[in-house]
């Protein structure tokens, strides 16, 4: 026996999140030059109208898939902090940052802050992206036990160093693994940012 039918909102807004899918997939697979209409739509299996139809220009389509990135990259970290067994563990912490920076949907964000370097237009798009990510960094930071006694700023200063850190090292593995470093390369940041910490977040 067939369900109920779908309205008309609830089929523009599945056809806004194949779009959006296959905008993200077409990144992840073959890179930001590779998103163009006809490529988005063939994944989507959606024709030109119907992405015209849900969103203005294929620039508009690209932000929407921004938005979208950085949510789910929000979720999945706050998430996974969570399940962390001791968020006091500084290694366990920086080893799930990596990790997330790694996730192949953040490849997306590195290729879209790539484009903005020279697009003012995608650039202050993604800035909008970037200071939602700041804002969850710092109220996740601050209930860090091990960042406990930091301050909003020292909190944001080093969770920026750390995703700096973390995105450079996604973008070189990406094509030149070196997997035998890895818990080396670990061990030293751990032991830089327990450095840090110990210094900065005062007496108990």
Not at 15 to 39: N, Q
Not at 46 to 62: E, K, M, N, Q, Y
Not at 142 to 150: E, S
Request: charged share 25%.
């Amino acid at each position: 026996m067939p369900g109920p039918r779908r309205t008309q909102a609830q089929r523009r807004a599945e056809t806004s999140r194949a779009l959006i899918d296959a905008t993200i997939e077409t990144i992840v697979e073959r890179g930001y030059a590779h998103v163009t209409v006809k490529e988005v739509c063939r994944r989507a299996g959606v024709s030109h109208g119907g992405l015209f139809g849900r969103f203005a220009t294929l620039f508009d389509l690209i932000a929407a898939a921004a938005d979208e990135v950085g949510r789910r990259q929000r979720e999945s970290f706050v998430t996974r902090m969570n399940q962390l067994p001791d968020r006091s563990d500084v290694t366990s912490v920086l080893a799930l940052w990596r990790d997330t920076a790694r996730d192949p949907i953040n490849t997306v964000w590195l290729e879209l802050t790539m484009a903005a370097r020279t697009d003012p237009a995608l650039r202050q798009r993604l800035e909008v992206v970037r200071l939602e990510y700041a804002a969850a960094l710092v109220t996740g930071g601050v209930k860090m036990p091990a960042a406990q006694g930091l301050s909003p700023e020292q909190v944001i200063a080093l969770g920026s160093i750390v995703v700096f850190c973390f995105d450079g090292d996604a973008l070189s593995t990406g094509a030149f693994p070196q997997p035998e470093l890895d818990a080396a390369r670990l061990e030293v940041l751990g032991t830089m940012v327990g450095h840090y910490l110990d210094a900065n977040r005062g007496p108990d």
